[in-house]
Structures are given as structure tokens and as C-alpha cells.
């Protein structure tokens, strides 16, 4: 039987089949990157909520797995050299598409291109979008000064436009389905849970509103953007 128990984390979170990848996650727009990869992968999984208080993400146990903190997190019992842990929603979808050999492309080409939009995604859209998520829905929005503000939106309104141009005439990303996609939707999505679509002018362009309906269409998608169930 697989032996978890030199991952700490395995102690605070049990794993009830030790022998499948565990994942370590809440359905934010990074979290949900992984559960949708494993679902579009078909890659066996067992998913365990870790919220985002304090008293999980900065927990000694989830700490010793991922010493930033942040979800999501996973630990791969099947790994290249014997068990692994890993942070880093992009790192993560990266992994995942090698294991599986599925979302990366059919050629070097496709992968460097794909990678290329997961780090358009990681370094650009995630940053910019969860600072106008802080500076326009939450604690931010109550700032006198309207300047941080303006800044996000007119980035987000940016970045929106870098997207909407790249998919014109193609319905996804880099080509064929990928874990670009997985990157990039759901942080796309974001803007609705902000209430900032208007702001930023999500309804006037040409293919982003498209490209997100028809990346929540996709059945893999549909069973893995709520992994793990914050309910319980």
C-alpha cells in the first residue's frame, strides 16, 4: 500500500485511497485549474478541501507542502521518481498534462505556445484580475484615492483585449483544447463574481463571452469547477 506519511500534510487531510493524486485545493479560479485538469484528463484523484482561513492555508500541515500557503497543492503518489508534491496552480497543470500526455499539444511547437499562454495567464491575467477583484469588489473599493482602482480596471481592460484578439477565428487559446484554457477561463470568469463585467467592458467584445460559455460547457469542466464542493 502507498505510504503518504512522509507528507505531513497527509496527517491533517487523510488520504482515503493513498494510492491516487491527492488534491489539496478550493474551487477558486486557481483552484479550479486542477480539478478541471484531472477531470479533462481522466486522471484518477481524491479531493480534499482546505478553505482559505488561516487556519488551513497557513497551517503548519499545509505549509509543509506548500510553504507559500496558497492553493491549490497536490501530492502525486505515482510520480516520476517515486511520490511528489506540488504547488503552483501552473506548475501543476504543466505536470499533469506530461503525466497524462493529454492538453499540451501534438508537436514541441504546440507545447511552447501552450505554455506560453499558461504563463500569459500566471504572470498577466491571475495577478491583475485578483487586484481588481481587491480594489473593486472587497476592502480595496473603500480606498478615498481612485487611482489603484482605475489602475486594475484599465488593466483588466487591457489584458481582455490582448485575449479577445488572439482567439479571433479559432476557439481556443493555442489551437486545439489545452490547459492554456484551464488557465485562462476561469480567472475570465472571474470578472462575473467581482460584478466588474460592465467596467471592464466584458459584453462588448468580440470572442471572450463566447470562448468562456464554451469552455463551461464541456462536461469535464461542468464536474470539476466546484471540486472540491465547499460545502462539504
Not at 459584453?203 to 460545502?231: C, E, H, I, S, W
Amino acid at each position: 500500500m502507498t505510504d503518504l506519511s512522509t507528507f505531513p500534510i497527509a496527517a491533517r487531510w487523510p488520504a482515503a485511497d493513498p494510492t491516487v493524486i491527492q488534491l489539496y485545493s478550493y474551487p477558486t479560479p486557481n483552484g479550479v485549474k486542477a480539478s478541471i485538469a484531472l477531470e479533462e484528463m481522466g486522471l484518477p484523484y481524491e479531493p480534499h478541501l482546505v478553505t482559505l482561513k488561516d487556519a488551513d492555508v497557513k497551517s503548519d500541515a499545509f505549509t509543509s507542502l506548500n510553504p507559500n500557503g496558497k492553493i491549490p497543492a497536490i501530492i502525486d503518489p505515482d510520480g516520476p521518481d517515486g511520490p511528489i508534491g506540488l504547488f503552483e496552480s501552473g506548475a501543476i497543470l504543466i505536470y499533469l498534462a506530461e503525466k497524462s500526455g493529454k492538453l499540451l499539444g501534438r508537436t514541441a511547437a504546440d507545447k511552447a505556445h501552450i505554455i506560453q499562454w499558461v504563463m500569459f495567464q500566471m504572470g498577466g491575467v491571475g495577478p491583475m484580475f485578483g487586484q481588481l477583484g481587491y480594489f473593486y469588489k472587497f476592502a480595496g473599493k473603500d480606498i478615498d484615492d481612485p487611482r489603484p482602482q482605475q489602475r486594475y480596471i484599465d488593466e483588466a481592460k487591457r489584458l481582455l483585449g490582448v485575449v479577445d484578439g488572439a482567439l479571433a477565428g479559432r476557439d481556443w487559446i493555442a489551437g486545439d483544447f489545452s490547459i492554456a484554457d484551464i488557465a485562462l477561463a476561469p480567472w475570465l470568469n472571474a470578472l462575473d463574481f467581482y460584478g466588474a463585467k460592465e467596467v471592464t467592458g466584458y459584453d462588448d467584445l468580440k470572442n471572450v463571452p463566447a470562448y468562456v460559455a464554451r469552455f463551461y460547457d464541456r462536461p469535464a469542466v461542468q464536474r470539476g469547477k466546484n471540486v472540491p464542493d465547499p460545502k462539504g
